[in-house]
């Protein structure tokens, strides 16, 4: 940046949205420049979100106004911030799950008018997925793509729009850390080419990366903008929520007991046919969290899918304390006392729609004291539900206040206060604290080394290789479906996992990264 400050390429001045009983965003004053990467940090609920809904066009501000490169605007929608070159990655996809990932590039746009040319649709779309590391299938449905994959659909639609101001909501959580770096030089040379970068982590390492400033909202309001090399994370923690943070919990050795799960030559197709699984074995014993590293779309989801009954296994083995679950009922597996975090916390963990009450007592509905035979007992479910909400520090208006109005990380705490309210002795989390903040990712990684504390077997499946290292005892790399090797957390390279991760196993020369990598 030179001392003569460039016109901004966004400058929203005073800007108040409000919804009923809250003010999201309250007289916020945000500005990022061309050429800069700007990173946006703050609690989930404290405004981010808002804020660039506003920018893209889904919100109008009920006061302020927005400038792009010094000239005011309205953004009535998204086809005028798509018009004006602003593109968002949003944390909830905007994709169409029955159309192909082509086809969604297309979606809004005003050409082509009349012929669409799927084809070279999909060749533009293939050059872009080379060009930045974000490889898809441009002719697969999106219903067909894990949600890793479709985060980078998104972040390939914004580009092939050709946004001159892109906001990415956590666009590295698919990533190997090695494509993390690709990514950070493919942004820096974006930045080069005059485009802004509004960049929207919850991982201060990240921020603290690739940024040049940084804003900090809590309770929708600006704490502070600062520069990265005037501030620490540390600081940036405490602006955010306000108290210290403490960015490593503490795990106690304990020594694993009995086995718990062991699976045995797993394999399992995905949901086009094709093999997604083959030939996994591994065991999990009692206070033992075994972590899944993995970039997304390499069989992690069929693996959770598997084991929780969801998708049936075409080869191997499910047993948990010695019973055979293979390919048996969801009831009977959590009969088994097995939890699940999918990875879909609203759409496949919650019914949105319905209260935490409700939410809580899926796993519970047929005890006593939630059911006297075929008649719930509302009280009890009362009673329950508020218990479980003090119990995990749920901040909900009331039990009776649907899913869908809680922040992302009390989503969070709502779906495994359900979990573990099963006493469970296996428990499969996937991505827990994708998307949470930092005091939520605290809570919930607090929560889930209780459980390894109680001696409860945890397989946790993560794209964040920081959360592993912290939380696992081992972890266990899949790549396209194979087992690349099984290591201790403890004193792990991390450059190693990377490369297994690449699908280069241990041992294996550094040529075979290069031989291996898809054209």
């Not at 018009?83 to 169409?96: E, P, R």
């Not at 890793?148 to 590295?172: H, N, S």
């Not at 982590?201 to 090399?229: F, N, Q």
Request: proline fraction near 5%.
């Amino acid at each position: 940046m030179t001392e003569h400050q460039p016109t901004p390429a966004v400058r929203m001045i005073g800007i108040v949205k409000r919804f009923p009983g809250v003010v999201a965003n309250d007289h916020v004053d945000f500005e990022a420049l061309p050429g800069e990467v700007h990173s946006l940090l703050g609690e989930n609920g404290a405004g981010k979100s808002t804020l660039m809904n506003i920018l893209s066009g889904l919100y109008t501000p009920d006061e302020g106004e927005i400038y792009l490169f010094g000239r005011p605007v309205v953004l009535r929608s998204p086809r005028d911030a798509i018009t004006h070159g602003i593109g968002m990655v949003h944390q909830h996809f905007m994709l169409v799950e029955m159309h192909t990932v082509a086809e969604n590039m297309v979606l809004g746009l005003n050409k082509p008018r009349f012929i669409l040319n799927l084809r070279e649709i999909e060749r533009e779309v293939e050059q872009l997925s080379a060009q930045y590391g974000l490889h898809v299938d441009p002719r697969a449905r999106i219903w067909q793509l894990s949600v890793g994959e479709q985060q980078r659909v998104e972040i390939l639609k914004m580009l092939y729009r050709g946004a001159r101001i892109l906001i990415l909501d956590e666009p590295t959580a698919v990533l190997t850390p090695q494509e993390v770096d690709d990514l950070f030089a493919t942004l820096r040379k974006m930045t080069t080419e005059g485009k802004t970068i509004i960049f929207i982590s919850h991982k201060l390492e990240e921020v603290m990366a690739i940024s040049d400033r940084i804003t900090v909202l809590r309770g929708g309001k600006v704490v502070a903008t600062v520069r990265k090399a005037e501030t620490s994370p540390a600081e940036l923690a405490k602006m955010m929520v306000g108290r210290e943070v403490l960015f490593r919990v503490e795990k106690e050795e304990r020594e694993p007991g009995e086995v718990v799960l062991e699976v045995s030559g797993l394999c399992a197709n995905n949901d086009k046919g094709l093999p997604a699984l083959k030939n996994v074995s591994f065991t999990i014993r009692e206070g033992e969290i075994l972590g899944v590293a993995g970039v997304a779309g390499n069989g992690q989801r069929e693996l959770a899918e598997v084991l929780t009954g969801l998708r049936k296994a075409t080869a191997g083995t499910v047993t948990v304390l010695e019973c055979d679950v293979t390919n048996c009922s969801p009831r009977k597996i959590i009969g088994e006392k097995v939890g699940h975090v999918p990875e879909d916390r609203l759409g496949m963990g919650l019914v949105p729609n319905l209260p935490v009450s409700d939410n809580v007592i899926m796993k519970t509905y047929k005890e006593r004291p939630i059911s006297a035979g075929p008649f719930l007992n509302g009280g009890a479910i009362g009673r329950f539900a508020r218990r479980l909400v003090e119990q995990f520090n749920i901040a909900t208006p009331s039990v009776q206040t649907p899913v869908r109005l809680l922040s992302g990380g009390n989503l969070q705490k709502t779906l495994l206060a359900r979990e573990i309210s099963i006493s469970p002795r296996l428990m499969i989390a996937m991505h827990p604290t994708r998307g949470l903040d930092v005091g939520a990712t605290e809570a919930v990684r607090r929560l889930l080394l209780e459980q390894r504390k109680q001696g409860a077997a945890l397989l946790l499946i993560s794209e964040d290789l920081d959360e592993l290292l912290e939380l696992a005892d081992r972890i266990l790399v899949l790549y396209e479906g194979e087992v690349q090797g099984i290591v201790p957390a403890k004193d792990a390279d991390v450059g190693a996992i990377g490369l297994m991760m690449a699908g280069v196993k241990p041992g294996a020369p550094a040529a075979t990264e290069t031989e291996r990598r898809p054209a």
